[in-house]
């Protein structure tokens, strides 16, 4: 369904767009334009943001217009997320997302989860080629429920066709480190994507999103962290730790010990985070266990996956833990410096003490 264009911010173009609304409050990103070419990789760059790190800082209005200087075909677009919406407000994206080819759903998915029938002049909305771009807030504590450890940056809820949701979220940050918001951003009018002017159809003012909709995020949230939370409840009743606990028990039996050290050590590793090298974390433990002398397959793999599910956020599947193991064998092989070898982690078995140096040779030789 189409809609006629308002009078907020008619006429402007992009700059002067994004120069208002950084007025009022939002924080407008500068797009690529249609005619902006590829990149390095022969990738379109149409409809990206410009810029590294854009969306991390608030723009100036002086940065807005050297960028528009310096591509004068360039697109609006607006931060979606925590601190996006005047007053410090989060700002969400309602965007129906049909296929112009096919059936309109989007509209009546909207309403329903909604419950009310949007009206236009209500809110902060654009007109695209494919649909409606509703703009609304969101407190900032309201918000935290519903995405932080739930719901993506994007979501298209169940039985709701056509209907795309825009919330952004927070980076993963290492303990101590404050969590940078997602980038992520919502085009806006008057970008031209695919041929088609956007422009705006709502009134001047964003509008708070209404309790039904706040409703229903939060209970998909809710359904998001039971399902990832019996999950890894489950993961973790199965997975039978006592072989690796260090045990003075267990000083006599070398095979024994090594799994309780090496275990403790491999706990003692940096964690696996998504968006923090998360991948790069996972290789370096399966490296330290492979490395250890634990080369017999099984074990190995308790041993990654014991760091998996205490130090990997969110945790990675069984498949991946045997290809970065697979990978650590090649590597260890290839290249052992720096890993302590077999024969050192013997001297520092205390029940090899007992016997001395010189006797263990002898048995090895033997």
Known sequence: MTHPESEFLKGLDARDTTLALLEMGYWPIPIYGEDAGLDAYERPLSGRPIGLGWGRARHTPADLSETFRRNP???????????????????????????????????????????????????????????????????????????????????????????????????????????????????VAPTVRAGFRRYWIGGDQITPLPQPAIDRLLAMADAARKAKMTAAEAALAAFDESIFEDDPAKKDDFEAWRLAKVAKYVLALPASIEGCRGSDALFRAACVITARGIVDRPTALLLLQLYNLRKASPTWSAAELEHKLDDALATVTADPAGFAPLAKLRDWWPGGKKKGRKARKEEEAA
């Open 73 to 187: 075909s360039a697109g609006a677009a607006l931060g979606i997320g925590i601190g996006r919406a005047p007053g410090g407000r989060c700002l969400v994206d309602f965007e129906v997302d049909d296929d112009p080819a096919g059936p309109a759903l989007g509209d009546d998915s909207r309403d329903r989860f909604l419950g009310e029938p949007l009206d236009v002049r209500s809110t902060l909305a654009v007109q695209s080629r494919r649909g409606i771009r509703s703009l609304f807030s969101i407190d900032s504590r309201t918000w935290l429920a519903i995405v932080d450890g739930a719901l993506k940056s994007v979501v298209h809820p169940a039985d709701h066709p056509g209907l795309e949701i825009r919330l952004g979220g927070l980076d993963p940050a290492p303990e101590g480190l404050a969590r940078l918001p997602k980038q992520v951003c919502s085009t």
